[in-house]
C-alpha cells in the first residue's frame, strides 16, 4: 500500500469519527432539551395542581373579605357577590389602594360619598366603612333612578353600576334623552348609546341634557361589561360549592 492511499485512509477514518461524535452530540442536546421542556411541563402542572389544592382547603370562596362583605351587604340589602365583582374591578381587593382620581380603598369610594353620608376622609379606607359607604351609594342609586320593577334584573344591574362608575346625573341624562325619544330608558343597551351620544355637542348641549358633555361612555361600557362578566363567575363557583 502507497503512502498516499494510507494517508487517504486515516483522513477517512477521522471524518467518520468527527461525523459520529457530533450525532451523538447532538443526540444528547436533543434529549437534554426534551428533559427539560418536559420538567417545564411538570413544574407549572403541580404549580398549578398545588393552586388547586389550596384553593380547595380555603375556608374564603372569593376573597378574604368575604365574611364582612357578607355581614354588610346582608345589613344594608346589597348582594355580596355583586360588591366582591366590584370591589375586584375596583381595587383588586386592595383595601389601602387610592387612585390618581383621589378614590379610596376597596370600592374605591370618593371624599365627597364620605362626606355625603357623614364619614371624614381619613376613615374611608378602613375595609368595614368602605363596603358600607358603597353599599349605601348603591341603594341611593338605585333609587333614585326609579327602575321599573318590569326592568330584567341584568338592566337594573348594569343601570346600577354605570352610575357607580361614570355617576348618577350622566346616565340620567341619558335615560331623560332615550325616554323623550320613545325608546326604553329601562334597558340598559339603550342608556349605553344615549350615553355614548353625550359626547356630541349637538346633544350635551340639549335641553334634555343637566349635567353636560360625558367623554367616558368607552370606559363606562367596558366597566359594566367587566363587573358583570366576573359578578356571573362569582357566582357559577359558589353554586358548584352549595
Known amino acids: 500500500m502507497s503512502k498516499k ?24 442536546l436533543v434529549q437534554a432539551e426534551t428533559v427539560a421542556t418536559i420538567s417545564e411541563a411538570q413544574t407549572e402542572v403541580v404549580a398549578v395542581t398545588a393552586a388547586q389544592d389550596s384553593v380547595e382547603v380555603q375556608e374564603w370562596v372569593i376573597s378574604v373579605w368575604d365574611d364582612m362583605m357578607q355581614r354588610i351587604s346582608e ?22 389602594l387610592v387612585s390618581k382620581q383621589g378614590a379610596i380603598g376597596l370600592m374605591q369610594v370618593m371624599p365627597i360619598v364620605g362626606k355625603q353620608f357623614n364619614v371624614a376622609k381619613e376613615n374611608i379606607a378602613d375595609p368595614e366603612t368602605n363596603i358600607r359607604l358603597a353599599s349605601k351609594l348603591l ?64 346633544v350635551y348641549e340639549s335641553e334634555l341634557v343637566r349635567h353636560g358633555k360625558f367623554t367616558g361612555s368607552r370606559q363606562t361600557e367596558a366597566y359594566v361589561r367587566e363587573v358583570m362578566k366576573r359578578y356571573d363567575v362569582y357566582q357559577k363557583m359558589i353554586d358548584k360549592q352549595i
Not at 366582591?84 to 383595601?95: C, G, L, P, W
Not at 343597551?189 to 344615549?194: G, H
Request: some cysteine; overall charge negative.
Open 75 to 96: 345589613e344594608e340589602g346589597q348582594d355580596w357577590v355583586l360588591m366582591s365583582a366590584i370591589a375586584y374591578n375596583e381595587s383588586r381587593f386592595k383595601s389601602n
Open 139 to 202: 341603594k341611593q342609586i338605585d333609587k333614585t333612578l326609579k327602575i321599573s320593577p318590569s326592568a330584567s334584573a341584568d338592566d337594573r344591574m348594569s343601570i346600577i353600576l354605570a352610575c357607580y362608575n361614570g355617576g348618577i346625573g350622566h346616565v340620567s341624562d341619558a335615560r331623560r334623552l332615550a325616554k323623550s325619544n320613545g325608546e326604553d330608558y329601562n334597558s340598559w343597551e339603550v342608556v349605553a348609546r344615549y350615553l355614548q351620544q353625550k359626547a356630541d355637542p349637538a
Open 5 to 28: 492511499t494510507i494517508i487517504f485512509s486515516i483522513v477517512l477514518i477521522l471524518i467518520g469519527v468527527t461525523i459520529f461524535e457530533s450525532r451523538i452530540l447532538n443526540e444528547e
